[in-house]
């Protein structure tokens, strides 16, 4: 088997198993629901994930890091399917959202790593990069599925158009963090629905140049 370097890492070994990635990251969530974050170790996901800990330590260089990408995984999941309508999409991937946000795995490695990257600024890059920066994608592609119906005009500048998709990822991610992790309100249908008006007004809003 040949040797490659790990495009994450830089390091050079052999290649990574995806099965055993997988085993590692399912068994750092449940670690994690379990034991807490500052019970879990390395030794403990290593054991549940049947692997060496070298193995682990090989991928990942801290208890952080891999927790990020434990978590980076569930947030993969989230999809974008074309519902007919800017509204109707958008209503869809944030109930997905609240309902990942429900499960224990979720909540627990979310706030976790929160809590602790507010004391660890490479901790906070990487959960942008795992996180925030990847799932941007589901903002950028419902904004150019609009315009391709027609409900939204076309771009005018590229910086303008990054700017926006950043602002409506942090709308939603920032109502829909606070009121299921933080208020403890459920995001139901109805909620949501407010929520998405607020959303499609205020992006007409921008578009008219208002």
């Known amino acids: 088997m040949r040797s490659r370097t790990d495009p ?4 050079t070994g052999r290649p990574r198993s995806t099965e055993a990635d997988a085993a590692i990251l399912e068994a750092t969530r449940a670690a994690l629901v379990e034991l807490g974050w500052s019970k879990l170790t390395m030794g403990d996901v290593a054991g549940r994930a049947g692997v060496a800990k070298t193995t682990l330590y090989r991928r990942w260089t801290s208890k952080s890091e891999l927790v990020v990408d434990a978590v980076a995984v569930l947030f ?4 974008l399917p ?3 309508s800017l509204r109707a999409d958008i209503e869809h991937v944030v109930l997905q959202f609240a309902a990942l946000l429900e499960r ?5 490695a979310l706030m976790a790593v929160v809590a602790e990257s507010t004391r660890d ?12 920066d990847r799932q941007k994608r589901l903002v950028q592609e419902g904004r150019m599925r609009a315009q391709r119906r027609g409900e939204l005009p076309p771009d005018r500048e590229l910086r303008a158009m990054g700017t926006t998709d950043d602002l409506i990822f942090d709308v939603i991610a920032g109502a829909v963090v606070h009121r299921a992790l933080v208020s403890a309100e459920p995001v139901d249908a109805p909620w949501v629905a407010r929520l998405s008006a607020l959303l499609v007004g205020g992006l007409g809003a921008v578009a008219s140049g208002g």
């Open 121 to 132: 600024e490479p901790l906070r890059e990487r959960i942008r990069a795992s996180i925030v």
């Open 8 to 11: 994450r890492t830089g390091r």
């Open 76 to 79: 993969d999941e989230l999809e």
């Open 104 to 108: 224990p795995e979720t909540k627990t």
């Open 82 to 84: 074309d519902l007919g």
